[in-house]
């Protein structure tokens, strides 16, 4: 299981890869999990909350970076075999509670026409999840620190309205759909609802300071690569 640790100790561990990468936060004794996955992973996401003592009282909240289908699939029964808090943007809280997408649109060309093939055929309406409750609601910013853990969680709209970071010690960014890590020297998102919006987040995560930035799809990129890309397309 690939991990990352701060200068100070925090573990980061990538619980789930492949569909949608998830990670799971550590201070040696509480964990927080940044997003939950596709059902289908549920029993791997599980073992590994298993094997590294993250359960019930120790696994202190599920972050959502955002309510698609595939970060969200599986709070519902995180909740109910863990009672695990669930926090979400507050734009997003009415998606979680529904089992509903966000819009999802298409960022170039090729993803657009897909998405506008799957809303003909009706398929963008099959990706509903099981629905969850949300403990707690996010705005501009929350501090992490009541959770045990030295960072924030910052809003990062664009690839979602409700899009969420979680900021570690500024020096590692979760990030969720707000960067890609597919394309060698990219971080740009096939997918986004607003791509200009989502390129001012850019900058905002550039302003933490933060060195690393972990995407839900594809590979950890840095700041040389995320700040290339910023001044590529700050001008959208």
């Not at 960022?107 to 509903?128: A, E, F």
């Not at 690839?159 to 960067?179: C, F, K, M, R, Y």
Request: proline fraction near 4%; charge should be positive.
């Amino acid at each position: 299981m690939k991990s990352w640790r701060t200068k100070t100790g925090i573990r980061i561990y990538r619980i789930l890869n492949g569909r949608c990468n998830c990670y799971l936060i550590s201070n040696g004794h509480r964990f927080l999990l940044v997003d939950s996955g596709t059902k289908r992973d549920w029993n791997r996401l599980n073992k590994g909350l298993d094997k590294l003592g993250a359960t019930h009282a120790s696994l202190v909240a599920l972050v959502l970076t955002h309510c698609h289908f595939d970060h969200a699939e599986n709070a519902a029964k995180l909740k109910q075999t863990h009672g695990t808090p669930i926090w979400v943007h507050r734009s997003e809280g009415a998606c979680l509670r529904k089992g509903e997408n966000p819009v999802i649109q298409g960022s170039i060309p090729v993803t657009k026409l897909m998405i506008q093939l799957l809303s003909r055929t009706g398929r963008l309406g099959r990706l509903s999840y099981a629905p969850a409750d949300y403990n707690g609601l996010v705005d501009e910013r929350l501090d992490l620190n009541s959770f045990g853990f030295p960072g924030y969680i910052l809003h990062t709209p664009g690839h979602t309205p409700g899009s969420l970071s979680v900021i570690i010690e500024n020096e590692i960014a979760l990030v969720g759909d707000t960067l890609f890590g597919i394309f060698r020297g990219s971080v740009f998102p096939l997918f986004a609802g607003d791509s200009k919006l989502m390129v001012q987040s850019w900058k905002k995560l550039l302003d933490t300071g933060c060195t690393t930035f972990l995407p839900a799809h594809g590979s950890e990129r840095d700041k040389e690569v995320l700040k290339r890309q910023y001044d590529k397309y700050k001008k959208l």
